[in-house]
């Protein structure tokens, strides 16, 4: 049996598998078993914040395993000690506190008992088209809808007292307004969705600050200022999933502090650790993390593994060493613009959105061709001419967007070799 037929044989294929094995990695590059090189525009769902191989961390986490691996959140270490001190350090002021996780779906969920404990109860309000992740809370909170709240059976492992309010997606905005016009009516149905679903008793509302699975969605400017505004307001607390758009993904180190919003809880994930180990983060004001302490509500036994902390230190110091969350503001602008050239040349290409190296281009049909179709067909083609990227095509929500969120260590040469292949893929499907 080949790998492929041995991985579909045993392997509950909950996920879509593209027949490719990976068996190496080095910097933005992987390679398939037969030696194929393929451009990693995914950044592997954009944890590979280094890219892959990095010499550094790999000495970094070959010392760790030697000194100590495993040890329970029930005790100190100087690696967990130091990360918390750092994440503090690099995040918006005001964020005092911290707890790790192993993924971002847990750590979403820890925010939401926080949220929650902190306020003694109440709903939380999320987005459509958001995502957080599989996990009960996370999975709720999740506003994609044909995922798991459409899937009777699964659907009654989520808790109730989750409610979505209409995004901020102008593209494919809900009440059919254009952005100049709209005066935000996303934001003014958002207070109405607080007023109804317990005004000043919401726990909480959650969110990315730019919405990746979705499809990228960037929000108009000032639509964070005017939530955090409702937040003070009614009392509650605001969210920012950062899993994605945290450790520069965005070109600054967390995306809210692009319009400078700051949460009252920040989680972030992914890059973290640049993905060679698993691990998560969670951040809060000190109030709401001490308000927690000692009361043994959350905890994993692999959370505060030294090893994940050691490679979320490395990282962090490679990071800020080599200007990389500068380099995502500066190569994802150029990106940006090579696939504004795209739009302009393709019909198909509908809009570019995104920030620093998370990028999406929204496609559309045309009079022959029907759209999910041939966002399939691009993404397939795309792989197959040696660049990887992800593909969010969902029939009910209605978008199908191309979605990039390289390494951090992404060059402009990269961009270039990305962009020609997209560009003879897209000629290629529209032959
Ligand atoms: C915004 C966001 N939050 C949370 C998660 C869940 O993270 P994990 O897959 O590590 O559980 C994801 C995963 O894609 C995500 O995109």
Redesign the pocket.
């Known amino acids: 049996m080949t790998t492929l037929e041995r991985d579909k044989k045993y392997l509950i294929q909950c996920y879509t598998t593209d027949d490719v094995v990976f068996s190496k990695g080095k910097g933005i590059y992987m390679y398939d078993e037969n030696g194929k090189k393929y451009l990693d525009f995914s950044g592997q769902?954009?944890?590979c914040t280094l890219g892959h191989g990095n010499e550094e961390m790999i000495e970094a986490l070959k010392e760790q395993l030697e000194k100590l691996v495993s040890v329970t959140s029930c005790f100190a270490t100087e690696e967990r000690a130091a990360l918390a001190e750092k994440m503090v350090e690099i995040s918006p002021d005001g964020l005092d506190k911290v707890m790790f996780g192993?993924?971002?779906?847990?750590?979403?969920e820890f925010a939401l008992k926080l949220a929650k404990y902190f306020r003694g109860g109440g709903r939380i309000i999320s987005f459509r088209r958001?995502?957080?992740?599989?996990?009960a809370g996370?999975a709720a909170a999740t506003g994609k809808s044909e995922m798991i709240q459409e899937n009777s059976g699964i659907s009654e492992l989520l808790p109730r007292g989750f409610v979505h309010s209409a995004p901020p997606y102008c593209y494919h905005c809900d009440f059919g307004k254009e952005p100049d016009t709209c005066g935000m009516q996303c934001l003014k149905y958002l207070e109405q969705t607080m007023l109804h679903e317990g005004g000043d008793r919401i726990a909480a509302v959650i969110s990315?600050p730019i919405?990746?699975?979705g499809g990228v969605i960037v929000p108009p400017k000032g639509f964070w200022k005017g939530v955090r505004e409702l937040c003070d307001k009614y009392g509650a607390l605001l969210i920012f999933?950062?899993?994605?758009?945290g450790i520069g993904q965005t070109g600054s180190m967390f995306a809210c502090q692009y319009e400078g919003v700051t949460p009252d809880i920040l989680?972030t994930?992914?890059g973290l650790t640049s993905g060679y180990v698993?691990g998560?983060a969670i951040l809060c004001r000190r109030q709401i993390g001490e308000a927690m302490s000692k009361i043994s509500l959350h905890g994993h036994t692999h959370s505060c593994y030294p090893l994940t902390c050691r490679s979320a230190l490395k990282n962090l110091e490679i990071i800020q060493r080599e200007n990389l969350v500068e380099n995502s503001q500066v190569v994802g602008e150029y990106l940006h613009k090579k696939l504004l050239a795209l739009k302009d040349k393709y019909d198909v290409v509908k809009d570019v959105r995104g920030r620093g190296l998370l990028q999406g281009i929204e496609i559309e049909g045309s009079q022959n061709t029907d759209k999910f179709a041939l966002g399939q067909e691009l993404y397939e083609t795309m792989l197959r001419n040696g660049l990887i990227t992800e593909l969010e095509s969902r029939k009910n929500l209605e978008n199908v967007v191309v979605v990039m969120h390289p390494a951090l260590i992404t060059s402009k040469e990269n961009v270039d070799e990305a962009v020609e292949i997209i560009d003879k893929s897209l000629s290629a499907c529209l032959k």
């Open positions: 769902f954009s944890a192993c993924t971002g779906s847990d750590a979403n958001g995502f957080h992740g599989s996990t996370a990315e919405f990746a699975a999933d950062e899993v994605v758009t989680v994930g992914k698993p998560s």
